[in-house]
């Protein structure tokens, strides 16, 4: 089955300690992207890669990292979690970032409480 | 930061009534205009999509309505079934340079279809 797999999907931490979270794409998708959720606001985009090795920042970037070593996996990094990153991300893959007319699959998100 | 404007933010609509959600942008540069449909606990999924070269796109009752003169589009779902409710995002997309694409989200719509 075509997906996007995050893990975890719901996780409580603190300030400061970092985490992880990861994400994976079974299409063989080239582009991947990060989206956090808040009421109000919409989507709002954290950071993309279109490839490899390649990644951009989106319309949110600070107080995050990526890294897209494999095709395949995305993960979103917190190195010292604040509260204001609480929020529901999601990662999200297309086809091809040539094409812009591609659809986007979502994972279910991930759930984060930063106390 | 490229904007989409949707309203209302919140519908309530009878089972069998007319749903519409409309989105409007500034930049005339967006080249793909999908709709995204989200359930709760579940990412968003494409529901339908139109380019600028068309005026309107129905897909069952989903029908996307394009303005490029008076840059707006809308979704209309006819028939509006309790199975409809959801929250929805028009988005546009735009060419960011270096071969890559960026998919500006509007803050969303929750659609409430009460029997």
Not at chain 1, 4 to 33: A, D, F, W
Not at chain 1, 38 to 58: A, C, F, H, W
Not at chain 2, 71 to 84: A, R, V, W
Request: net charge positive; with cysteine.
């Amino acid at each position: 089955e075509a997906q996007v797999t995050q893990n975890p999907r719901y996780l409580i931490t603190v300030t400061g300690k970092k985490l992880t979270v990861t994400c994976s794409q079974n299409m063989n998708h080239e582009y991947m992207s990060w989206y956090r959720q808040d009421p109000g606001l919409g989507l709002r985009q954290i950071y993309y890669s279109m490839n490899v090795e390649v990644t951009d920042k989106g319309d949110v970037p600070e107080g995050y990292k990526v890294s897209r070593k494999e095709k395949r996996n995305f993960p979103l990094i917190l190195e010292s979690p604040s509260p204001n990153q609480t929020s529901l991300y999601f990662c999200a893959s297309s086809l091809s970032v040539t094409g812009g007319n591609q659809p986007q699959h979502f994972g279910d998100g991930t759930r984060l409480s930063i106390l | 930061q490229q904007q989409v404007k949707q309203s209302p933010q919140s519908l309530i609509v009878q089972k069998g009534g007319i749903s519409i959600i409309n989105c409007a942008y500034e930049n005339t540069a967006f080249d793909y205009f999908p709709w995204y449909q989200q359930f709760p606990g579940k990412g968003p999924a494409l529901l339908i999509a139109i380019r600028p070269d068309v005026s309107e796109k129905k897909e069952g009752r989903f029908t996307i309505s394009f303005n490029k003169s008076a840059k707006q589009f809308s979704l209309h779902i006819m028939d509006s079934q309790p199975g409809d409710s959801a929250t929805y995002f028009c988005a546009a997309n735009i060419f960011v340079g270096a071969g890559s694409y960026q998919l500006t989200f509007g803050k969303g719509t929750k659609l409430s279809v009460i029997p």
